[in-house]
């Protein structure tokens, strides 16, 4: 499950790739689910104008568990994991604040047929805010390809690529800020701290 953090989980092909039964696997990842170890996020369906994918996403619920599991070898690229690993950190902390102030975000993901994706939609009464999250020191066009999708087909949404550099861009609509920065005051970033109604 390490190799699945923050991929889309098709049971049958884990099931393949360990030589046990699909249901076997469906077994593990409900225990994995019952003891708050992991979770999965759902794609973001809603007004859908592009055909999506339905596979959930999986992630551990801490990013330190992920790392203490995850197998590493000489053919594992550092940055696979990394990324993998501030994704989940990003994850945590977008829940917590969500349960903390009682948002009422459904925080699900964006991904098309295609290979648009957008790893972080948060869909509630307080707006719909649409979250990339890169582990990079420098934006490419490409990096805000998912945004800009995803941003087409619903105007109305805020899009934010965070990264691992340390000044913020603005690229169009798309604001780009480092991600320490926004995990240090993630309730101040969204505009609720201090909010008479938080």
């Known amino acids: 499950m390490a190799f699945s953090q923050g991929a ?6 884990v099931a ?14 409900e225990v994995l689910h019952d003891l708050l170890l992991a979770r ?24 330190g568990v992920f790392r203490a599991l995850r197998p590493k070898g000489p053919l594992d690229r550092p940055a696979e994991i990394d990324g993998a690993a501030l994704e989940g950190l990003v994850l945590q902390e977008l829940i917590a604040t969500n349960d903390l102030y009682r ?8 991904r098309t047929a295609t290979d648009h994706e957008v790893d972080f939609v948060l869909y509630g009464p307080r707006g719909l805010h649409a979250i990339e999250v ?7 066009q490409g990096d805000l390809a998912g945004l800009r999708a995803f941003m087409a087909d619903y105007p109305e949404a805020s899009g934010t690529l965070l ?9 169009g609509e798309i604001a780009v800020r480092p991600v320490g920065e926004v ?3 993630l309730g101040g970033w969204l505009g609720l701290a201090g909010s008479a109604d938080v």
């Open 163 to 171: 990264f691992m550099g340390e000044r913020a861009e603005q690229h």
């Open 183 to 185: 995990l240090a005051g």
């Open 40 to 63: 999965t996020l759902d794609p973001f369906t809603r007004r859908a104008k592009r055909r999506l994918v339905q596979h959930g996403k999986f992630y551990f619920f801490d990013a």
């Open 8 to 13: 889309q989980l098709n049971t049958a092909e």
């Open 134 to 140: 890169k582990h990079t020191g420098v934006v490419r």
């Open 103 to 110: 948002l009422g975000y459904e925080v699900q993901f964006w």
């Open 16 to 29: 393949r790739e360990c030589s046990v039964e699909r249901k076997t696997v469906a077994g593990y990842l």
